[in-house]
């Protein structure tokens, strides 16, 4: 990552947005503490992740994309762990996971281990895992791929209402749709630098922000070739 | 309307399938990447193993039946082989896959005649036909009839070979496509792994029974099965039987044919592996709604008790971890155990145990690159790294000392050994204390990336990366002498109590191996802990990206150079030398060294080679084998250590 900066304000809802391979998963990674950043810092609610990291990690949830989980539990048994982890104690652990799997409709999969869930599954089951200590900060990579209509719009008010309750969100995508339609604040990041941040209205300008989003990372769509496939 | 726009494709011919598979495999062949080091090791024994089997037929025996015997045997033995092969170098090898041509519209028998011929195109079937000639070469004891005979039935003998383990391998990869097929997949990978290992005590036993030819019975056995009939033929056109040589030749084509059926019937099976997993209800009680498990209410409520809890169920639901147990148990039993009864030596149960904990702490070398990047939610939570260390730590002893306690306990006084005791007692702890210890310890400051756990296909699975399989491989080989060593202290003392008749020494000695145990149980974890939380960032790269991790991650610098990769004759030079040393550091070295100690009957001789010499003699000889062995590693290990590009990606 070169100096990137991207400044998030409390209550917000931040989209982060790039090309495949431009850095995004890094950069959150580097946000939360995961990744040790060669020189900088990261900050949340102005606490340094690497200079207090028990502090800031109480803050927040993360969903990482494409992470292993311990596979080996069912979702219920996945949050009573880590709930336990954290040091809540069993009933309080018990009604939330109780909701969260509720609500994210994976009751059905009571007998199911983590290792046989769904794709879809999995994002959820991260999620609620991101929920269960009342973060105040949500760190979400990609956490509308590979779930259902019905889920996703599940998971939009839950974020909504979260972010209206005073606490921030931060998502990063590829489907600029779904960023314009949630987000107030969006940063864009092309070759391991961010391009462009700042509200919504800031980076789209008149367009809309695919439109924006094309002109910043500099593609090209290509139309020619395939001749034989229209025939 | 795809058909009115596009003239249908035509579907390929036998002939046009077999060509172009052929053509694909050699393709292979030529850019065959990284594992190519191990194949052509392979190769390189298995030339050894032909030319050696085909040696086998100049012996004349009086009888010939016993040559027909040995004949069976030895193509017994190159079936198992062909079974056993592609399981053991899975990824390694440069077959061509059933699955890549589900969506190519040909017909399945087509496609197995096809595949068929491009397995014929490899270098194994030409070493195979080399020990095969094995056939021929004793039949021109017996005249020319049976010499013509011995030709074809070679050719068949092939043929059928490479079919029945084509048909495992599909039949494997079929049940490989449930979990529990995979468990099952697991299991059977588990048994060939041990008889890799042990199967030299079977095989000992087997070959005493031959050469003394006490066993009527064995022979049967080798003669009615599919791997016999070659001799059986070549026997009878001896005595000019022809009904029994025609019967043997049609039964080997018919089988073939058999065999090529449910081969192309197994393919469609195979391809259709990708199409998802079925999911499976989880073993044990799962938890209920706020309801903990009984024997979860026993554990403390606080984070180390929810890691031993979770670590538990991950023990009775991961069969990767009761195969591993298994494992040690097969292993340890085969090498010890089963020659421990077969020649009456009783001195050998006490140490079954023993044997079966350092092989099963093989399995703590790597606990966090297991767990893959599972890692991050333990990184998430706030100051749980010692609760994390400490769980793994209690959960491990808690599964794996009650079984090697009971073996040791049972075993020891089953035998009658009653000098073992002090032995076992003093250094059973040591050992259990310093793998929970140490295991935890080297998991985390030197973790082998392994394939992520939700990305597996099977226990044994883990990664096609031939550079993260020999780290793991050298790692756990590790953790196994830091256990032994951790034992050394106590067993010092008894040997001394039992040299110096002080029976206080044997105490002492129990004493020690218990607190040895235990501090390094306290040590390594504490050292664990303290360094998952220091670089618990640096272990999560670990784990995620491999040691290329500080470069990869940054998408503006450029990628970092491929894998190390030694040239291939290095690859095959150092892989060959790594089996030979341990050939001869084993069988031909300790195993003679230990059957003369515990006064094995010199009769037993079989391959040790040691054992053909004078009694006098033999120790000597074998201590020569154990140097010449360790010299083998030696330059194995330099021929690594010389190429500079790995000191490069060492950094």
């Not at chain 1, 990579?141 to 209509?149: L, R, S, W």
């Not at chain 2, 193509?75 to 440069?94: D, F, T």
């Not at chain 2, 394939?451 to 993260?468: C, I, Q, S």
């Not at chain 2, 059957?595 to 000889?621: C, I, M, S």
């Amino acid at each position: 990552m070169d100096h990137l900066d991207p400044r998030v304000p409390r209550g917000s809802f931040f989209g982060l947005v790039g090309p495949n391979g431009a850095g995004k998963t890094t950069t959150l990674s580097m946000a939360v503490g995961l990744l040790r950043p060669d020189g900088g810092s990261a900050r949340i609610f102005g606490i340094d992740v690497w200079a207090d990291p028990v502090a800031a990690k109480q803050l927040v949830g993360v969903l990482p994309d494409g992470l292993a989980l311990p596979e080996r539990l069912t979702g219920r048994e996945l949050l009573g762990y880590l709930g336990q982890l954290r040091g809540l104690d069993r009933a309080t652990v018990a009604r939330r996971a109780q909701e969260l799997l509720q609500v994210l409709e994976l009751t059905a999969a009571e007998q199911t281990l983590v290792a046989d869930y769904s794709a879809g599954m999995r994002k959820k089951i991260t999620l609620a895992t991101a929920l269960l200590h009342t973060p105040r900060l949500l760190v979400l990579d990609e956490p509308f791929e590979a779930i259902d209509p019905v889920s996703a719009a599940t998971i939009r008010v839950i974020l909504r209402r979260f972010v209206e309750a005073g606490g921030s969100v931060v998502l990063s995508s590829h489907v600029m749709a779904l960023v314009e339609q949630l987000c107030d604040h969006v940063g864009v990041i092309a070759n391991g630098r961010l391009a462009a941040v700042g509200t919504l209205e800031e980076v789209r300008g008149q367009g809309s922000l695919e439109d924006a989003f094309v002109r910043l990372v500099g593609a090209r769509i290509s139309t020619e070739g395939l001749s034989w496939l229209a025939s | 309307m795809a058909g009115l726009l596009t003239p249908p494709t035509p579907v390929a011919t036998t002939r046009d399938v077999a060509s172009a598979l052929i053509g694909m495999r050699r393709t292979l062949a030529r850019n065959s990447p990284g594992g190519s080091g191990t194949v052509v090791a392979f190769r390189i024994i298995g030339l050894g193993l032909a030319v050696a089997t085909l040696l086998c037929g100049l012996i004349r025996f009086e009888e010939p039946s016993r040559s027909v015997d040995l004949v069976a045997a030895l193509l017994l033995g190159w079936l198992i082989g062909w079974v056993m092969g592609p399981i053991l170098v899975r990824g390694a090898g440069v077959g061509l896959r059933p699955e890549w041509f589900a969506l190519v519209p040909i017909p399945p028998r087509r496609l197995a005649t096809g595949l068929l011929g491009a397995s014929f195109a490899g270098v194994a079937p030409a070493v195979t036909l080399v020990a095969f000639a094995v056939l021929p070469l004793t039949a021109a004891h017996f005249g020319v009839l049976p010499v013509l005979v011995a030709v074809p039935a070679a050719l068949l003998e092939l043929v059928m070979v490479v079919l029945v383990a084509r048909v495992v391998a599909a039949g494997l990869a079929a049940t490989m496509s449930s979990r529990r097929g995979q468990e099952l997949g697991g299991l059977l990978m588990a048994v060939v792994i041990a008889l890799a290992s042990g199967g030299w005590s079977l095989a000992t036993v087997i070959g005493q029974q031959l050469a003394a030819g006490t066993s009527p019975a064995l022979g049967t056995a080798l003669r009615v099965l599919p791997s016999g009939w070659g001799a059986v033929a070549v026997a009878a056109a001896d005595r000019s039987d022809w009904p029994v040589v025609l019967a043997a030749l049609t039964g080997l084509a018919v089988l073939s044919v058999l065999l090529l059926g449910a081969w192309a019937r197994l393919l469609p099976v195979t391809m259709r592996r990708s199409g998802g997993r079925a999911p499976r209800a989880a073993r044990g009680r799962t938890a209920a709604a706020g309801q903990p498990a009984a024997w979860e209410r026993l554990l403390p409520a606080s984070p180390t008790g929810a890691v031993v809890a979770k670590e538990l169920r991950a023990w009775r639901r991961d069969p990767g971890r009761s195969l591993l147990l298994l494992l040690a148990l097969l292993i340890s039993g085969l090498n010890l155990a089963v020659p421990a009864l077969a020649f009456h030596l009783p001195a050998g149960l006490p140490w079954v145990g023993l044997a079966a904990a350092l092989i099963v702490a093989m399995g703590a070398a790597n606990l966090y690159g297991d767990d893959g990047t599972a890692l991050w939610l333990t990184r998430m939570v706030p100051g749980v790294e010692r609760a994390d260390v400490r769980g793994r730590q209690a959960a491990w002893l808690l599964v794996v000392a009650p079984v090697m306690v009971a073996l040791t306990v049972s075993l020891t006084a089953f035998s009658g050994q009653g000098w073992a005791w002090p032995w076992v007692l003093a250094t059973l702890p040591a050992m259990l204390g310093a793998t929970a210890g140490l295991g935890v310890l080297l998991s985390v400051t030197r973790p082998v990336r392994q394939k992520d756990p939700n990305r597996r296909t099977g226990p044994f699975d883990t990664g096609d990366d031939p550079n993260a399989a020999g780290a793991l491989i050298g790692q756990q080989y590790l953790l196994l002498v830091l256990a032994a060593l951790a034992a050394v202290p106590a067993a010092t003392l008894v040997l001394l109590g039992g040299l110096r008749g002080q029976p206080q020494l044997d105490a002492a000695g129990v004493v020690v191996g218990v607190a040895t145990g235990g501090l390094l149980f306290w040590w390594g974890g504490r050292v664990a802990a303290r360094r998952l939380a220091d670089r618990g960032a640096e272990l999560m790269d670990l784990v995620h990206v491999g040691p290329q991790a500080r470069t990869h991650r940054d998408p503006t610098r450029p990628p970092p150079a491929a894998a190390v990769e030694l040239p291939r004759w290095k690859s095959a030079a150092r892989n060959t030398l790594w089996t030979v040393g341990i050939l001869l550091i084993v069988p031909q070295g300790l195993v003679p060294i230990g059957f003369n100690l515990f006064g094995v009957d010199q009769q037993v001789k079989v391959w040790f080679a040691a054992r053909y010499l004078p009694q006098d003699r033999q120790t000597l000889a074998a201590a020569g084998f154990i140097a010449a062995g360790l010299l083998a590693i030696w330059w194995a290990v330099a021929i690594g250590r010389r190429h500079p590009t790995e000191e490069g990606t060492r950094s």
